[in-house]
């Protein structure tokens, strides 16, 4: 895929990233380059958080499920997805003068990051501390995956999670 062509469908996956943020009170906090980052509870708490967060991550998978087949039928490359959702706390504000942005800190989002990277395409991972909090969810499914050893972690939990 060209460099242009990357831009033109990473942007409109992000626009419909933003939407399903918008839909579950899920904030954006940046993008770089192909990854995009958002949380759940900020800047406001919310006790579904976590659910909200699962929710809008899995409705990410499947717009891209969707455009993918819809691309690869037109002999297009199509882009996939890997989610890692932590449950936990964050420090979160405002830096810099020029250029500021919303940010967002800690080990929670440090752990987010490594439950994507220890994921598969086209899934949503989840660490213990998310499952404790929506494994009583009726429609969710989940997938133990056992403890993973994780680069500067140590083991960590994890399950996959769908609908």
């Known amino acids: 895929m060209s460099p242009k062509n990357m831009v033109e469908e990473i942007n409109i996956c992000f626009k419909a990233f933003d939407e399903i943020s918008e839909k579950f009170s899920i904030e954006k906090i940046k993008t770089i380059g192909d990854s995009f980052m958002a949380a759940g509870g900020v800047p406001l708490p919310d006790k579904k958080a976590a659910e909200h967060t699962v929710r809008a991550a899995l409705e990410m998978q499947e717009f891209l499920e969707t455009r ?11 882009l996939k997805m890997r989610s890692g959702i932590h449950s936990g706390s964050v420090v979160a504000g405002i830096v810099g003068v020029k250029k500021f942005q919303y940010d967002i800190w800690g080990d929670t989002v440090n752990t987010a990051s490594r439950l994507e990277t220890y994921g598969d395409s086209g899934k949503v991972n989840i660490s213990d501390s998310t499952y404790e909090l929506i494994k009583d969810i009726e429609d969710f499914s989940f997938e133990n995956r056992g403890k993973i050893e994780v680069k500067g972690k140590g083991k960590i939990e994890m399950y996959y999670v769908s609908v």
């Open 68 to 78: 993918f087949k819809e691309r690869t039928e037109n002999n297009l490359l199509a």
